[in-house]
């Protein structure tokens, strides 16, 4: 095996090691001095890398959900580790983040149909000016050329 080739290898570990943590791809390659573009094309190109990535992230995910849960179970100073010093509304975040089909609450617009925004804005100059709005809508248009 080449120099290159190792290298590459001890990165490709060290960076699925930050991952499995629960540590952002950014702050995995800014802790290594790779760029994010490298290692996303390590994934593009490595069907074994990507899935090992993909693993990592979910393991990353797991020590999250720990460290949420244990901070929900105890209110005692957390031990030193990466997850355990981020605040609570952090490791909410991350795990909204990483697991949004069980961590996020989709949205529903309950309401009249929306207008497009030329409408929206006629009505609100509507409520604003009254009467005067279409008068007023006259005289600030641009004068036409002849």
Known sequence: MSAGRKACG?????????????????DATATLGVNRVTVYKWRW????????????????????????????????APPPAT???CSDKQVAHLLRARRPGKFVTPSVFEGPEPLDLAERMKAAGRR???????????QSAPAKAP
Not at 15 to 25: I, M, N
Not at 58 to 76: F, N, V
């Open 10 to 26: 001890v990165l490709h570990e060290a960076f699925l090691a930050a991952l499995r943590q629960g540590v952002s791809v950014g």
């Open 45 to 76: 190109k490595d069907a074994a890398f990507d899935r090992a990535w993909t693993e990592a992230v979910e393991e990353g995910a797991c020590r999250i959900a720990e460290e949420a849960l244990r901070r929900g179970m105890t209110r005692r």
């Open 83 to 85: 997850i355990a010093d």
């Open 128 to 138: 604003v000016w009254g009467d005067d709005y279409e008068r007023i809508l006259d």
